[in-house]
């Protein structure tokens, strides 16, 4: 089932027109599809919220944008292998 995004909501109107477009395509996509995840018509794939996470400064985490990934464990595995290395 498919949800409305309000952090991200707020976050992409907050920005101008001409950052909306950079932002988007800083995230390799388009505005138009960032509206369509945020009003929930459409679902955000791990990548693209990855991206959203990094290019938002941390503002829309990637967890929230795909709730169903458990990035925890990536994040763990990451830390585990370096305190391996």
Do not use: W
């Not at 976050?11 to 477009?21: C, D, G």
């Not at 967890?63 to 305190?83: H, M, V």
């Amino acid at each position: 089932m498919l949800t409305k995004k309000p952090l991200l909501r707020d976050f992409f109107l907050s920005l101008s027109h001409e950052e909306r477009a950079a932002f988007a395509d800083n995230c390799n996509t388009s505005p138009g599809q960032i509206e369509q995840i945020y009003r929930g018509y459409r679902s955000c794939n791990e990548t693209l919220a990855i991206e959203i996470d990094k290019h938002s400064g941390g503002a829309v985490p990637c967890d929230i944008l795909c709730p169903a990934t458990d990035f925890d464990y990536l994040r763990q595995k990451a830390t585990q292998q370096l305190e391996e290395a």
